[in-house]
């Protein structure tokens, strides 16, 4: 317990006090985003290498506070050693992702080398590292799958889960608050798991994050770019494959009989309904499900006249309630759960529209729903 609470008071900390200079930085070098395209609706130039002050302090607490010299920490010496081997191979990955990241934010980068930098680093995750889904756990019944299929899937997870963190960082504080709610749900679901080592890894995370949204919230003073939204998305996935892969069977408390698989979806429901959504809508219009447009929920919410502030506060609404209410099927069949959240999740993510009705009938929109300044960099283009 203690490495949790130091581990994720550093990343805080480390944020709080780093980010200012940070800022001054990044203006003096012109690595800032201009407000030079009809989709940003930003009106002043702001720094977008965030992400390199958020992947700095989550390695440096988890590298600082990893409990490797205590081998009751983790109950056991094969626990411990597949911890220190999934630590290696997640800073391995995390470095790759954050360098491709930094380049894309300063000078671009190739979609092509960018979907290779992603195959590589699912492929270091996946096969090297052996961090994927394993069995369904009982969701359509199923439980083991083949070891290939396991694989395909595991690597198309990767990629749906960093995408979409990156493509929900379009407005202020938005991407760094979803990953913050996030992490604590799956650091959590650690402890309560007693995987306190996957716990201290979740808070970090979220250190850094919560840290980086005192500036990132509307009206944001920086944005976390590609570098912060990828970096994000590679521990967000490992979280979700190791929730996934939690025998809750013998746990007792409130994991206890839990669907693992179904509840790492609800962690993620808002930013994979909101992907799923996005690119569904592109392909029927006969587009490149990657193109760049105003689809995104957050989108819908700011062009009916809300401010930055409420849509993030509103969208961090669906990202709590999702998950804890599918606590609440505990016991259930797994697949009775995963379909009754599917449309739980949807419904909720699609309230926006009723939103979209009031305000074309004329209805007064809130006082706080003026419109915000301030639109993040990273939104301005979408990931492959």
Not at 107 to 113: D, S
Not at 272 to 280: A, K
Request: glycine share 8%; net charge neutral; aromatic share 14%.
């Amino acid at each position: 317990m203690k490495e949790i609470v130091l581990g994720f008071v550093t990343s805080f900390f480390v944020v709080l006090l780093t980010t200012p200079s940070l800022i001054k930085v990044a203006k003096m070098k012109k690595l800032v985003d201009d407000p030079n395209e009809e989709r940003k609706k930003h009106r002043k130039s702001t720094p977008t290498i965030g992400g390199i002050i958020i992947f700095a302090a989550s390695i440096f607490a988890y590298a600082l506070w990893f409990p490797s010299d205590n081998l009751s920490y983790f109950g056991s010496l094969h626990h411990f050693s597949e911890s220190v081997n999934d630590f290696k191979f997640l800073i391995s990955a995390a470095i790759l992702l954050f360098f491709i990241g930094v380049k894309d934010d300063i000078i671009g980068i190739a979609p092509m080398k960018k979907l290779l930098g992603h195959v590589i680093v699912g492929f270091i995750l996946v096969v090297m590292a052996d961090i994927r889904i394993m069995g369904m756990h009982g969701v359509f019944d199923i439980q083991e799958i083949p070891y290939w299929a396991s694989v395909l899937l595991s690597v198309f997870t990767y990629v749906v889960v960093v995408n979409a963190i990156n493509l929900i960082d379009g407005s202020d504080g938005l991407a760094a608050g979803t990953g913050f709610i996030c992490s604590v749900f799956y650091g959590m679901w650690f402890y309560g798991t007693y995987q306190y080592d996957l716990s201290m890894m979740a808070f970090v995370l979220a250190g850094s994050l919560g840290g980086f949204l005192l500036f990132n919230f509307s009206p944001a003073k920086i944005f976390m770019g590609d570098s912060g939204s990828l970096f994000i998305g590679a521990f967000v996935f490992v979280m979700s494959m190791k929730c996934i892969e939690t025998d809750t069977r013998l746990l007792d408390g409130w994991t206890e009989n839990v669907s693992s698989a179904v509840f790492a979806l609800c962690v993620l429901a808002y930013p994979l309904v909101d992907t799923l959504r996005v690119f569904t809508l592109r392909i029927l219009k006969g587009r490149s499900p990657f193109s760049a447009d105003r689809n995104h929920i957050h989108h819908q919410l700011i062009d009916s006249g809300f401010s930055h502030a409420f849509t993030a506060l509103y969208l961090y609404l669906i990202v709590i309630v999702v998950p804890l209410v599918s606590l609440a099927f505990k016991g259930y069949s797994a697949t009775i759960v995963f379909f009754s959240m599917l449309l739980i999740s949807f419904a909720l993510v699609h309230t926006v529209f009723i939103f979209r009705f009031w305000k074309a009938r004329g209805a007064k929109i809130p006082p706080h729903a003026e419109e915000s300044q301030s639109l993040p960099a990273s939104g301005s283009s979408e990931p492959v």
